[in-house]
């Protein structure tokens, strides 16, 4: 025989069983189909106002009262369980403060679902929303810009419930988005790190930061382990800031790094520094720097990049590639050809061990691929720099001792013929060249000791021929000689010794002048009278012609 | 026995002395003064067993060049054919012909030989002597074998003392003494003696030097038998040089520097230069200017007068332009300065384009230079006072791992002109590694020798960076010389390879390892 109070309860399931679903996804006890039994939430959730927490949610024997399978189906009912969460919020401190207001507080305030009007029990957990009605927040939204997140959340590292999942899933504020967010996100005030705090722990920052031990913003950041094991599988970004692009900043940056080097620090270690500076320069500067250690972020990696295969003493020219070894030889050999100097500059993980994987993750074998990252081509050196340094190297508009070590200079100097400034085989190129003289080839090649001397034992030149079988494309070479010698003199002297000269062109020999209309003999003689008398018998301003 | 005593014996003997084999420099040209100071750096270097630290870095390099020398040969002149001064042998060779003479001449490629130099370079630097104590010295130790190694230039000055001094350095002060080298628009020169440097103010720099001048491009004195031996006319006095430069670059906008050098026998009885430099730089927003003038005090030229400017335009291009006068300079111990050479002025034009990232990259450039008037040409016979010359480059970096590139050049000049073109390709194997093919041709033409044909070449190159402060390099090539229409010098069939390795041992006083 059904009783009136099943009737009723029948009738009520069926109710609700037919009224529109709550549509709150997160709902974990149907409110809605048990909304014609209870006509207050205290029914049920008695405690919450006392924050008595044992009445906070009804006890399973409540529910079995209906729930006995005679009445309802048995339900399985042993109260929520601890929800993970990084809120810290008291039911009893809210109503207190509210009725504090005078004003009424009701559930349905906060836990009304929207939308729902008056709708009895259509319920949901309380959204950040509703905080926000009350709660005087600078910002109209949960995540938006200067939200106090003190104000209803601990700091992550405080919030030990909540899983890696939940923090892998936080929702990302929308300053977070902007364009600018990598270059402008340091907090600046305690209520900006308290905001960090909430979803950041220290590995967030030691992800990129390099100086992130130096950093008081990060070391208030706790520690939290299940952030290290988020961060270990996110590439640190390096953002190139404005004033890092224009071309000039090669050359520039180094007041900018003398006067804020902590700023560099952020994002770049010593290591970035030293991969162009291995000159006693700026060591000063450098030594300021984070030094990269194993584990931690490695910041910017800057590399020097060599290419084989393209000119270097033509416009596309560059010598900050590393050495190859100095040879003697003018360029023999095969010759590796450098590309113009090119610094590249890549995200990277953290510090690699020599096998490549990442000093955290080496157990599970996870490989970091440096090349896979970012690359930024930064270049120092104009094109053609190698040819044309001469006035930047000597003017000290750049300081080349920053970058350079002097062996670097002398390897080219000293006529040791570094394999690659000259084009391969150009040992049977040079000709052309040194005809026209684009190039000084004394700055760095003895016209004695290293061209004369190798032409002489190639046969190329010979002591005191005066035939000019060498010269077979002029006819009347003799007649010739003279404007071609005025015009390439040092081209000459490559083959050619003084003697081979002075046959013709002294009074000891044929006494054919060899002196310009403009030749002050007087002013050269001052200098050196030796020299005169290399021609002359006599001194010549006073025996003219002898 | 004087340079003008020899003079005057060399113009009693005129009849030509004929080759005798391989100029050498003879005996080593030791002079105690490298000695002594590679003393004082031992001495100091010793002491770096008490040092801070000691770093020694090093590279170790054998070369294999194959040559092809020239020969001169004669043919009957009743063999020849045509008349006058230049006929045909038989076999189609130009041959010079004398009238006196029975026989006429030419020259023809000799058999192969080939050279191993071989070479030790050594830097070592040292501190921590005391407050801004440190040392440096570089030092290179070399020799050739092969059928062509006597007459490798050098190969028999077994050691070169590249540098080595004792240094002090502390803010605002910097004091050497030892081999050293001074850089300047006048060039890089090596002396034995002191310098020091002051930096007054923030930006200021001034450096006086002096000492045992060396002869530029060497390390070694004017008196060394690496010039004697080429030169009879060679200086018999090493000279001094003394000079000072004033350098001003308060920030990044505008600077120069000014220097003057002087080289006076050490009898004082002559100079061998005397010359005043000038160069400076202003930066126009993302434009920079920069200039040169080199002035030569005895003979009154301007060695050199450039002025050129860098324009960046947009992020991608780049546009760089330059005029340039030029006389060579010579030293006062010759008698070349005095025939009156008279240089050129010149132009010249790149432009570099690069795609956003960087990865292609294409630069053209080109130059004209026209001659001064020599006074000295014959109207009939004059040969051409100007030269030009174009070419481009482009390179492409199709991944961080490979990267292909090439270009083409045209020279057109007084004396000789030359066509030619290079590609190659390098792959990075990881980031230790490197392995690249390049191929080239090119062709001479020389105006005052006339010899066509083409050289080709095929050239492979690696690296590896075995350990962290130890690589290896090494470069095999092959050309062959096609075309040939005459037997004419230089037969360009030939190999070459070289092998390096570079070293660095020691501390590390925030230097970096080996770069890569």
Same mark, same amino acid.
């Given at each position: 025989?059904?009783?009136?109070?099943?009737?009723?309860?029948?009738?009520?399931?069926?109710?609700?069983?037919?009224?529109?679903?709550?549509?709150?996804?997160?709902?974990?006890?149907?409110?809605?189909?048990?909304?014609?039994?209870?006509?207050?939430?205290?029914?049920?959730?008695?405690?919450? @106002?006392?924050?008595?927490?044992?009445?906070?949610?009804?006890?399973? @024997?409540?529910?079995?009262?209906?729930?006995?399978?005679?009445?309802?189906?048995?339900?399985?009912?042993?109260?929520?369980?601890?929800?993970?969460?990084?809120?810290?919020?008291?039911?009893?401190?809210?109503?207190?403060?509210?009725?504090?207001?005078?004003?009424?507080?009701?559930?349905?305030?906060?836990?009304?679902?929207?939308?729902?009007?008056?709708?009895?029990?259509?319920?949901?957990?309380?959204?950040?929303?509703?905080?926000?009605?009350?709660?005087?927040?600078?910002?109209?939204?949960?995540?938006?810009?200067?939200?106090?997140?003190?104000?209803?959340?601990?700091?992550?590292?405080?919030?030990?419930?909540?899983?890696? @999942?939940?923090?892998?899933?936080?929702?990302?504020?929308?300053?977070?988005?902007?364009?600018?967010?990598?270059?402008?996100?340091?907090?600046?005030?305690?209520?900006?790190?308290?905001?960090?705090?909430?979803?950041?722990?220290?590995?967030?920052?030691?992800?990129?930061?390099?100086?992130?031990?130096?950093?008081?913003?990060?070391?208030?950041?706790?520690?939290?382990?299940?952030?290290?094991?988020?961060?270990?599988?996110?590439?640190?970004?390096?953002?190139?800031?404005?004033?890092?692009?224009?071309?000039?900043?090669?050359?520039?940056?180094?007041?900018?790094?003398?006067?804020?080097?902590?700023?560099?620090?952020?994002?770049?270690?010593?290591?970035?520094?030293?991969?162009?500076?291995?000159?006693?320069? @700026?060591?000063?500067?450098?030594?300021?720097?984070?030094?990269?250690?194993?584990?931690?972020?490695?910041?910017?990696?800057?590399?020097?990049? +060599?290419?084989?295969?393209?000119?270097?003493?033509?416009?596309?020219?560059?010598?900050?590639?590393?050495?190859?070894?100095?040879?003697?030889?003018?360029?023999?050999?095969?010759?590796?050809?450098?590309?113009?100097?090119?610094?590249?500059?890549?995200?990277?993980?953290?510090?690699?061990?020599?096998?490549?994987?990442?000093?955290?993750?080496?157990?599970?074998?996870?490989?970091?691929?440096?090349? +896979?990252?970012?690359?930024?081509?930064?270049?120092?050196?104009?094109?053609?720099?190698?040819?044309?340094?001469?006035?930047?190297?000597?003017?000290?508009?750049?300081?080349?001792?920053?970058?350079?070590?002097?062996?670097?200079?002398?390897?080219?100097?000293?006529?040791?013929?570094?394999?690659?400034?000259?084009?391969?085989?150009?040992?049977?190129?040079?000709?052309?060249?040194?005809?026209?003289?684009?190039?000084?080839?004394?700055?760095?090649?003895?016209?004695?000791?290293?061209?004369?001397?190798?032409?002489?034992?190639?046969?190329?030149?010979?002591?005191?021929?005066?035939?000019?079988?060498?010269?077979?494309?002029?006819?009347?070479?003799?007649?010739?000689?003279?404007?071609?010698?005025?015009?390439?003199?040092?081209?000459?002297?490559?083959?050619?010794?003084?003697?081979?000269?002075?046959?013709?062109?002294?009074?000891?020999?044929?006494?054919?002048?060899?002196?310009?209309?403009?030749?002050?003999?007087?002013?050269?003689?001052?200098?050196?009278?030796?020299?005169?008398?290399?021609?002359?018998?006599?001194?010549?301003?006073?025996?003219?012609?002898? | 026995?004087?340079?003008?005593?020899?003079?005057?014996?060399?113009?009693?003997?005129?009849?030509?002395?004929?080759?005798?084999?391989?100029?050498?420099?003879?005996?080593?040209?030791?002079?105690?003064?490298?000695?002594?100071?590679?003393?004082?750096?031992?001495?100091?270097?010793?002491?770096?067993?008490?040092?801070?630290?000691?770093?020694?870095?090093?590279?170790?390099?054998?070369?294999?060049?194959?040559?092809?020398?020239?020969?001169?040969?004669?043919?009957?002149?009743?063999?020849?054919?045509?008349?006058?001064?230049?006929?045909?042998?038989?076999?189609?060779?130009?041959?010079?012909?004398?009238?006196?003479?029975?026989?006429?001449?030419?020259?023809?490629?000799?058999?192969?030989?080939?050279?191993?130099?071989?070479?030790?370079?050594?830097?070592?630097?040292?501190?921590?002597?005391?407050?801004?104590?440190?040392?440096?010295?570089?030092?290179?130790?070399?020799?050739?074998?092969?059928?062509?190694?006597?007459?490798?230039?050098?190969?028999?000055?077994?050691?070169?003392?590249?540098?080595?001094?004792?240094?002090?350095?502390?803010?605002?002060?910097?004091?050497?003494?030892?081999?050293?080298?001074?850089?300047?628009?006048?060039?890089?020169?090596?002396?034995?003696?002191?310098?020091?440097?002051?930096?007054?103010?923030?930006?200021?720099?001034?450096?006086?030097?002096?000492?045992?001048?060396?002869? *530029?491009?060497?390390?070694?004195?004017?008196?060394?038998?690496?010039?004697?031996?080429?030169?009879?006319?060679?200086?018999?006095?090493?000279?001094?040089?003394?000079?000072?430069?004033?350098?001003?670059?308060?920030?990044?906008?505008?600077?120069?520097?000014? /220097?003057?050098?002087?080289?006076?026998?050490?009898?004082?009885?002559?100079?061998?230069?005397?010359?005043?430099?000038?160069?400076?730089?202003?930066?126009?927003?993302?434009?920079?200017?920069?200039?040169?003038?080199?002035?030569?005090?005895?003979?009154?030229?301007?060695?050199?007068? /450039?002025?050129?400017?860098?324009?960046?335009?947009?992020?991608?291009?780049?546009?760089?332009?330059?005029?340039?006068?030029?006389?060579?300079?010579?030293?006062?111990?010759?008698?070349?300065?005095?025939?009156?050479?008279?240089?050129?002025?010149?132009?010249?034009?790149?432009?570099?384009?690069?795609?956003?990232? *960087?990865?292609?990259?294409?630069?053209?450039?080109?130059?004209?230079?026209?001659?001064?008037?020599?006074?000295?040409?014959?109207?009939?016979?004059?040969?051409?006072?100007?030269?030009?010359?174009?070419?481009?480059?482009?390179?492409?970096?199709?991944?961080?791992?490979?990267?292909?590139?090439?270009?083409?050049?045209?020279?057109?000049?007084?004396?000789?002109?030359?066509?030619?073109?290079?590609?190659?390709?390098?792959?990075?194997?990881?980031?230790?590694?490197?392995?690249?093919?390049?191929?080239?041709?090119?062709?001479?033409?020389?105006?005052?020798?006339?010899?066509?044909?083409?050289?080709?070449?095929?050239?492979?190159?690696?690296?590896? *960076?075995?350990?962290?402060?130890?690589?290896?390099?090494?470069?095999?090539?092959?050309?062959?010389?096609?075309?040939?229409?005459?037997?004419?010098?230089?037969?360009?069939? /030939?190999?070459?390879?070289?092998?390096?390795?570079?070293?660095?041992?020691?501390?590390?006083?925030?230097?970096?390892?080996?770069?890569?």
């Amino acid at each position: 025989m059904v009783t009136a109070r099943a009737a009723a309860l029948l009738l009520a399931l069926t109710a609700t069983s037919l009224a529109p679903r709550s549509g709150d996804v997160s709902e974990r006890f149907p409110h809605r189909r048990h909304a014609t039994m209870f006509p207050t939430c205290e029914s049920c959730h008695s405690g919450i @106002a006392s924050g008595d927490s044992a009445r906070m949610f009804p006890p399973p @024997a409540i529910c079995a009262s209906c729930h006995d399978g005679t009445i309802a189906k048995t339900v399985q009912w042993a109260g929520p369980a601890v929800r993970p969460t990084n809120l810290e919020f008291s039911h009893t401190g809210h109503v207190t403060a509210v009725r504090r207001t005078g004003d009424a507080l009701t559930c349905s305030r906060c836990h009304a679902l929207a939308d729902s009007g008056a709708v009895w029990m259509a319920v949901r957990g309380a959204q950040p929303a509703a905080c926000l009605d009350c709660h005087d927040h600078r910002a109209s939204e949960h995540l938006g810009d200067d939200n106090p997140c003190r104000t209803c959340h601990v700091p992550l590292v405080a919030a030990r419930t909540l899983p890696v @999942a939940a923090i892998a899933r936080f929702h990302r504020p929308p300053s977070h988005e902007l364009a600018n967010f990598l270059s402008a996100h340091a907090p600046r005030t305690t209520a900006d790190e308290m905001r960090c705090a909430t979803c950041h722990a220290r590995e967030s920052c030691e992800r990129c930061h390099v100086n992130a031990e130096a950093l008081a913003s990060v070391r208030a950041l706790g520690p939290d382990p299940r952030v290290a094991s988020i961060e270990a599988s996110h590439r640190p970004l390096y953002p190139i800031p404005a004033d890092h692009q224009p071309a000039s900043w090669a050359s520039d940056h180094g007041q900018a790094a003398k006067q804020n080097t902590q700023s560099c620090a952020n994002c770049h270690a010593q290591s970035s520094c030293t991969a162009c500076h291995t000159g006693p320069g @700026a060591a000063q500067t450098i030594s300021a720097l984070p030094r990269p250690a194993r584990g931690k972020a490695q910041g910017v990696i800057v590399r020097n990049v +060599s290419a084989a295969g393209s000119h270097r003493n033509r416009a596309g020219g560059g010598p900050d590639a590393p050495p190859a070894s100095p040879s003697r030889a003018p360029s023999g050999g095969g010759a590796a050809q450098l590309e113009p100097a090119s610094i590249v500059t890549q995200d990277t993980g953290r510090l690699l061990d020599r096998h490549g994987t990442a000093g955290l993750s080496r157990d599970s074998g996870q490989r970091l691929a440096v090349d +896979s990252g970012q690359v930024h081509i930064v270049r120092v050196h104009w094109p053609g720099f190698i040819t044309s340094h001469s006035t930047a190297a000597s003017s000290r508009q750049m300081t080349c001792s920053n970058c350079h070590a002097q062996r670097f200079c002398t390897e080219c100097h000293n006529g040791e013929g570094r394999h690659d400034f000259h084009p391969v085989n150009f040992i049977a190129r040079h000709a052309a060249e040194a005809y026209n003289r684009q190039l000084n080839c004394v700055q760095c090649h003895s016209p004695e000791a290293f061209c004369r001397t190798c032409h002489l034992n190639i046969g190329l030149s010979q002591r005191a021929a005066h035939n000019a079988a060498f010269h077979t494309a002029e006819p009347l070479w003799l007649l010739q000689h003279g404007q071609a010698a005025r015009q390439s003199l040092e081209t000459c002297t490559n083959c050619h010794q003084e003697r081979d000269c002075l046959r013709c062109h002294s009074t000891i020999g044929q006494g054919v002048n060899p002196h310009g209309p403009n030749f002050n003999a007087r002013k050269m003689q001052a200098a050196n009278p030796q020299m005169c008398l290399e021609c002359h018998l006599t001194n010549p301003l006073l025996n003219p012609g002898r | 026995m004087t340079r003008t005593a020899v003079a005057r014996d060399i113009g009693r003997r005129l009849p030509p002395v004929s080759q005798t084999g391989p100029v050498t420099a003879g005996p080593p040209g030791w002079s105690p003064r490298p000695a002594l100071i590679g003393s004082v750096c031992v001495l100091v270097l010793s002491g770096s067993l008490q040092a801070q630290g000691v770093r020694i870095s090093g590279t170790t390099s054998v070369d294999y060049v194959e040559m092809q020398p020239a020969v001169e040969d004669s043919v009957p002149v009743s063999a020849t054919q045509d008349s006058g001064l230049l006929r045909r042998a038989p076999n189609g060779t130009i041959v010079e012909c004398l009238g006196t003479d029975a026989y006429c001449t030419y020259y023809h490629s000799a058999p192969l030989v080939h050279a191993v130099p071989m070479r030790q370079d050594l830097t070592l630097s040292a501190w921590g002597f005391g407050t801004g104590v440190s040392a440096y010295a570089d030092v290179e130790v070399r020799t050739a074998v092969g059928s062509a190694a006597p007459g490798w230039p050098l190969a028999d000055q077994h050691f070169d003392l590249v540098a080595g001094y004792g240094e002090y350095d502390r803010s605002g002060l910097r004091v050497r003494l030892g081999r050293q080298w001074t850089t300047s628009p006048l060039g890089y020169y090596a002396y034995d003696g002191g310098s020091v440097l002051a930096a007054p103010l923030q930006g200021l720099n001034a450096e006086v030097y002096g000492g045992w001048g060396l002869a *530029q491009a060497l390390t070694y004195p004017r008196t060394t038998s690496a010039i004697s031996a080429v030169e009879e006319l060679a200086p018999t006095d090493p000279g001094y040089i003394v000079g000072a430069t004033v350098d001003y670059h308060p920030g990044g906008i505008a600077g120069g520097s000014i /220097q003057y050098q002087r080289e006076i026998e050490t009898n004082f009885s002559g100079l061998y230069s005397e010359r005043v430099a000038g160069s400076g730089d202003l930066r126009l927003g993302r434009t920079m200017l920069d200039g040169q003038v080199i002035y030569d005090m005895v003979t009154g030229d301007v060695n050199n007068a /450039q002025l050129r400017a860098d324009v960046p335009i947009g992020r991608q291009w780049n546009v760089s332009a330059q005029i340039r006068h030029y006389v060579p300079f010579f030293e006062l111990w010759t008698v070349w300065g005095a025939f009156s050479p008279v240089g050129y002025d010149e132009g010249r034009l790149t432009a570099s384009w690069t795609t956003g990232d *960087q990865r292609v990259r294409i630069e053209a450039d080109g130059d004209y230079r026209q001659y001064g008037n020599t006074d000295a040409a014959v109207s009939f016979l004059s040969l051409r006072s100007n030269g030009w010359d174009v070419g481009t480059d482009a390179s492409w970096r199709l991944t961080p791992a490979w990267t292909v590139s090439g270009g083409y050049h045209a020279t057109v000049g007084v004396g000789a002109s030359r066509s030619d073109f290079d590609a190659a390709v390098r792959w990075r194997v990881g980031h230790r590694g490197s392995l690249g093919v390049t191929g080239t041709a090119f062709q001479t033409i020389d105006e005052f020798n006339v010899g066509t044909g083409r050289v080709w070449g095929a050239t492979a190159n690696g690296s590896l *960076q075995l350990f962290g402060d130890l690589r290896a390099d090494a470069d095999a090539g092959v050309y062959r010389h096609t075309g040939l229409d005459m037997p004419q010098l230089a037969n360009w069939n /030939q190999r070459r390879a070289s092998v390096r390795l570079t070293w660095v041992l020691g501390r590390d006083p925030g230097l970096p390892r080996l770069a890569w």
